[in-house]
């Protein structure tokens, strides 16, 4: 029989679960959070150390300056969560969590968007995706309805569709970059129109990268800023010539819908993002690409530094 994760002493004992995060955060030993010292010492409570620098006289834990700063839930409860994120391929809940903690629903809601922030990878130091000869894939689709509906430019006394629901225009648009056997960047956007999704392909991708997508009008003339532009029709029922396909993007998007339908079935659009972050995550730290539970769980921990969510910010 394999063996049971979860009798791992750092999910029931809190020392051990405090040791289990500083190897995480600080392989190389503690460090302050505050000044960047790496000469800390140990004061008389177990965990808690304090900067020798003499412009800090800090004093931190291992969950200081990250998303767990300020959290009244145990080590022993962030290991699990952290764990649960980590391992649960379509995502997990919130009263997952909660069921799982034995913790209040709101303490659970909380720690789970926490996490989802220590997931977030964002900011201009990303570098562009792909390079020279590398497939990057382009795709959008659409999810849940939007939380104000966008009215047509032009109306029609006509409807859209035989239900007479208006498409994908009163849907949340999602644009999702792929290296082709890489990672994923995903975007929630107010509307993906060409202006706005040609810009995210621009400002995303190396110019020396092949891009690939359907035949959607979104991307024409993108082939002016790459090393070429190919298409497969899906209107045509072509899915792949050669190796020109949207495969990759289009089985993200599929993780990504399974797993919101039946774990979290129902998103609010202004959390959206936090989401997409999430699943982005276990995507770039996959088996494929040499990561397994622990060590996706590892990172995780590791994004989570610099990063805070209070209340109020994820109200």
């Not at 790496?38 to 200081?64: H, I, Q, S």
């Not at 202006?195 to 959607?216: G, P, Y």
Request: aromatic share 10%.
């Amino acid at each position: 029989m394999g063996k049971n994760i979860f009798s791992e002493k750092h999910f029931h004992d809190e020392e051990a679960a405090r040791q289990w995060f500083e190897a995480a955060r600080w392989p190389t030993g503690p460090y302050c959070p505050s000044c960047g010292s790496t000469e800390p010492y140990n004061t008389k409570k177990p965990g808690r150390y304090r900067c020798r620098a003499k412009e800090c006289r800090r004093d931190f834990t291992v969950m200081t300056g990250s998303v767990m700063e300020r959290s009244h839930a145990k080590l022993t409860q962030w290991a699990m969560a952290f764990w649960l994120a980590a391992s649960s391929k379509k995502g997990f809940s919130a009263h997952q969590l909660h069921r799982a903690l034995g913790c209040q629903y709101n303490t659970a809601w909380f720690m789970h968007h926490r996490i989802m922030e220590a997931m977030r990878q964002g900011g201009l130091d990303l570098p562009p995706m792909g390079g020279n000869g590398q497939i990057v894939e382009a795709d959008e689709t659409y999810f849940g309805p939007v939380s104000t509906p966008i009215e047509p430019k032009v109306k029609r006394s006509t409807p859209y569709t035989k239900g007479g629901k208006v498409g994908v225009g009163q849907k949340r648009a999602i644009v999702s970059l792929v290296e082709r056997g890489g990672k994923v960047r995903s975007f929630h956007v107010p509307r993906a129109d060409k202006a706005t999704v040609a810009k995210i392909v621009r400002d995303n991708i190396h110019h020396e990268s092949r891009l690939h997508t359907d035949e959607s009008r979104l991307y024409i003339g993108a082939d002016e800023h790459f090393a070429s532009h190919e298409t497969v029709n899906h209107s045509r029922k072509e899915y792949a010539r050669g190796d020109v396909t949207t495969n990759s993007a289009e089985g993200y998007f599929s993780i990504f819908k399974r797993g919101m339908k039946g774990v979290y079935q129902h998103c609010s659009e202004k959390h959206l993002h936090r989401y997409l972050a999430e699943y982005d995550f276990r995507y770039n730290h996959r088996e494929a690409l040499g990561f397994d539970d622990m060590t996706r769980a590892i990172a995780a921990v590791k994004s989570g530094e610099g990063k805070r969510l209070t209340y109020h910010q994820a109200d």
